[in-house]
C-alpha cells in the first residue's frame, strides 16, 4: 500500500463514556488503533457518548452499580478516592496514547465528524457495542446508522453479548446490518445469523487486544513495582466464591494478595488494594504476578499474553464471551464455577500462543479487507 492509499478511520466503540473505568475497554481501543496504524492507515479514536451513556461518570457511580445492595454501595463509597485517582489515570492515557478526536460527538453532532476529523470511513469495535440489552437499543453510532456511517462503516469484533432480541428486534437488527459494509464478529454465537441477513463479508475475528504482542504493551506497561510474590485477584463483579478461591491459593502457595476491585473491605485481611492502578500499572500487575484469579474477559487475555498461570471464573452478562476465548486458546479447563479444586498444572502456554497467532493472521487478514473496501 503506498502513501496515497492511506485513508483515516474514525473508531467507534464503549470507552471513554461509561459508569466505571474499563482497562479491556481502554486497551481494546488502544490495541484497535495500533493495528489500524500498522496495515497503514490513520486511526482517529471518536471521543463519542450515546444517549443513554449521557452524564454518566466514573466519578459517580452509585446510580448504575450491577449491585444495588447496602453493601456494594458502601464499598463503592470507601472507594471513592482510588476511583478519583483512576479516573485521572485513564483520562491521561485515552489523551495520550489513543489519538482521540478535536471534537466531542453525540446524536446531534455526529456527522460533523466526518468533516472535522478528516475521515475516509468507520470501524465500528470492539466490545459489547451490539448488546441491545447494554445500550438499551439499537445506538446509531455502534449500528453505523447516523447519515454519514451508512455504507462507509465495516465492523471488527463487535460483540452482541449475552444479548436477548424479542422478535420485534430482528426487523430492526436487519436493517442495522445492512449499514456495513463488512463485519467481524467477535463471537460465533450470532455469525450464522449474520451471514444469512447480509450478503457482505462476514467472519469470526480476535478480540482488538490478541491482535498485539506481549512486546506491545512492554512498550507502556509500567515499570515493575517492588512487590513479594503474589496473586493478582481482579474482579469485574463481586463473587465470593471467586473470593474465597484466590484466599486459598494464596494461602497455600505463599503468596500475598493483590486486588483490583471494589472490596475496600479486603484491604484489613491484608489484601493491597489497587483500584487506583492507571492502564499501563494494570498491565504490570498482570505481568509480574505469580497467578491471576479473575472474572474478567480482559483480564484473562492478559494473563495469557503474558503468559501467566490464571483461572477465570463465570460471571453473569460475561459467559458468552469468556467462554469463546476460552475456547479459542484451548484453556477450558481454567474456567472455574464455584471455589473447587482447579486442575492441576499451568497452561501449555507454547501450544496457546500458537494457537493465538494463528487466529491473528486470519483476523488481519480480514481487518485488511475491510478497510481496503472501496
Given at each position: 500500500m503506498g502513501f496515497h492509499d492511506m485513508r483515516t478511520f474514525g473508531t467507534v466503540s464503549y470507552n471513554m463514556h461509561c459508569s466505571f473505568t474499563n482497562y479491556g475497554s481502554a486497551l481494546q481501543s488502544w490495541a484497535l488503533g495500533r493495528a489500524i496504524a500498522r496495515l497503514g492507515h490513520r486511526p482517529v479514536m471518536l471521543d463519542y457518548c450515546p444517549d443513554v451513556l449521557r452524564g454518566r461518570t466514573p466519578l459517580d457511580p452509585f446510580a448504575h452499580m450491577w449491585d444495588q445492595d447496602e453493601e456494594s454501595r458502601r464499598m463503592c463509597e470507601l472507594t471513592l478516592p482510588a476511583i478519583r485517582v483512576n479516573c485521572a489515570k485513564f483520562e491521561a492515557?485515552?489523551?495520550?496514547?489513543?489519538?482521540?478526536?478535536?471534537?466531542?460527538?453525540?446524536?446531534?453532532?455526529?456527522?460533523?465528524?466526518?468533516?472535522?476529523e478528516g475521515l475516509?470511513?468507520?470501524?465500528?469495535?470492539?466490545?459489547?457495542?451490539?448488546?441491545?440489552?447494554?445500550?438499551?437499543g439499537f445506538d446509531d453510532g455502534y449500528y453505523a446508522n447516523y447519515p454519514c456511517m451508512r455504507g462507509r462503516s465495516v465492523a471488527y469484533a463487535a460483540s452482541f453479548g449475552d444479548v436477548h432480541f424479542a422478535p420485534s428486534d430482528y426487523p430492526v437488527l436487519d436493517a442495522r446490518l445492512?449499514?456495513?459494509?463488512?463485519?467481524?464478529?467477535?463471537?460465533?454465537?450470532?455469525?450464522?445469523?449474520?451471514?444469512?441477513?447480509?450478503?457482505?463479508?462476514?467472519?469470526?475475528?480476535?478480540?482488538?487486544?490478541?491482535?498485539?504482542s506481549r512486546e506491545d504493551y512492554d512498550a507502556i506497561a509500567a515499570p515493575?513495582?517492588?512487590?513479594?510474590?503474589?496473586?493478582?485477584?481482579?474482579t469485574r463483579r463481586y463473587n465470593p466464591a471467586m473470593e474465597a478461591f484466590a484466599?486459598?491459593?494464596?494461602r497455600e502457595r505463599g503468596l500475598a494478595v493483590v486486588e483490583i476491585s471494589l472490596r475496600a473491605v479486603n484491604a484489613a485481611r491484608g489484601h493491597e488494594m489497587r483500584y487506583d492502578a492507571g492502564v499501563e500499572e494494570f498491565l504490570a500487575l498482570v505481568r509480574d504476578a505469580a497467578l491471576v484469579v479473575t472474572n474478567s474477559f480482559h483480564g484473562l487475555i492478559f494473563a495469557v499474553q503474558y503468559s501467566?498461570?490464571?483461572?477465570?471464573?463465570?460471571?453473569?452478562?460475561?459467559?458468552?464471551k469468556i467462554g469463546e476465548v476460552l475456547e479459542l486458546f484451548g484453556m477450558e479447563e481454567c474456567l472455574l464455577r464455584s471455589d473447587d479444586r482447579p486442575p492441576a498444572g499451568p497452561p501449555d502456554y507454547v501450544r496457546v500462543h500458537a494457537r493465538?497467532?494463528?487466529?491473528r493472521k486470519e483476523s488481519y487478514t480480514f481487518l485488511r479487507a475491510?478497510?481496503?473496501l472501496p
Open positions: 492515557f485515552y489523551r495520550g496514547r489513543c489519538n482521540v478526536s478535536a471534537g466531542a460527538y453525540t446524536s446531534e453532532n455526529f456527522c460533523e465528524c466526518v468533516g472535522r475516509d470511513g468507520f470501524v465500528c469495535g470492539s466490545d459489547t457495542i451490539f448488546c441491545i440489552d447494554e445500550f438499551k445492512a449499514n456495513f459494509k463488512a463485519i467481524g464478529l467477535r463471537e460465533s454465537q450470532m455469525l450464522p445469523y449474520v451471514k444469512a441477513h447480509t450478503a457482505v463479508p462476514c467472519a469470526r475475528v480476535v478480540d482488538p487486544t490478541l491482535l498485539l515493575a513495582a517492588p512487590h513479594a510474590p503474589y496473586l493478582l485477584l481482579y484466599v486459598r491459593e494464596a501467566r498461570p490464571c483461572f477465570v471464573f463465570s460471571r453473569e452478562q460475561g459467559d458468552t493465538i497467532a494463528a487466529a475491510e478497510l481496503e
